[in-house]
């Protein structure tokens, strides 16, 4: 079975672009959650997808916004970047049904630069 | 907000060392899980406890969970160069969909 795929894996914008990453879960996984990681803060939850519905969010600004389609491949996009948004982006897929799947799988993530 | 605080941040061993990771909390998880990554790679899984004073093996690798499933250690006995990386603590509490992460353990194992 083929793992999570993230694509693209390397980015460079320019403050005050747009930018779009796309997250392909595991096959059959239909809980897509998406992770900022940077070396101040860590791993940081962004929100998670299940259903093409946002299940959950955490404490990002709604620049950050996302969403799922019927065939669970979910994006992310954020918009107007700023140098903090540099970080890589990690996507996770889990095949849990219920809120609260206690398994996820990461995919490689995207490692975006702002210039 | 939950936190996860992990020790120590850094570690720096020999090959053969053994050594314990240490994961704490003052919230209540359900379930807990220690992943390992490398660099530019996402986190690979390693386990997940569920059951306070759950011990689970996996190679070389012991994990436990609290009694009170507020804490978890890895214990890794006679390190390996390979065994390299950032180790990760994760948990969740019973309704939420997402991960709180620890703040990390850098491990390298020289020969």
């Known amino acids: 079975k083929a793992g999570v795929t993230q694509t693209p894996r390397y980015l460079i914008k320019t403050r005050g672009q747009q930018v779009t990453l796309s997250c392909s879960p595991i096959?059959?996984?239909?809980?897509v959650s998406w992770y900022q990681q940077t070396p101040g803060q860590g791993l940081q939850f962004l929100f998670e997808y299940f259903s093409e519905t946002q299940r959950n969010k955490g404490n990002f600004p709604g620049r950050f916004s996302g969403r799922q389609f019927s065939n669970s491949r979910s994006e992310m996009n954020v918009s107007t970047l700023e140098l903090g948004d540099s970080a890589l982006y990690l996507c996770?897929?889990?095949?849990?049904?219920?809120?609260?799947?206690?398994?996820?799988?990461f995919g490689p993530g995207t490692r975006l630069t702002v210039l | 907000t939950q936190l996860l605080e992990q020790s120590p941040q850094f570690l720096s061993i020999q090959e053969g060392e053994n050594l314990t990771v240490y994961c704490n909390s003052s919230s209540v998880f359900s379930s807990l899980q220690w992943y390992r990554q490398e660099p530019g790679e996402g986190p690979v899984l390693l386990v997940t406890v569920v059951t306070g004073g759950e011990v689970k093996k996996l190679k070389r690798l012991t994990f436990q969970f609290g009694d009170a499933r507020k804490d978890s250690s890895l214990h890794i006995t006679a390190a390996q160069p390979g065994d390299t990386g950032l180790y990760l603590c994760?948990?969740?509490?019973?309704?939420?969909?997402?991960?709180?992460f620890g703040t990390g353990t850098r491990l390298q194992v020289t020969l």
């Open positions: 996770a897929s889990s095949p849990s049904a219920v809120a609260g799947g206690i398994t996820q799988y």
């Open positions: 994760a948990g969740n509490t019973g309704t939420a969909s997402k991960l709180t």
């Open positions: 096959s059959g996984h239909r809980s």
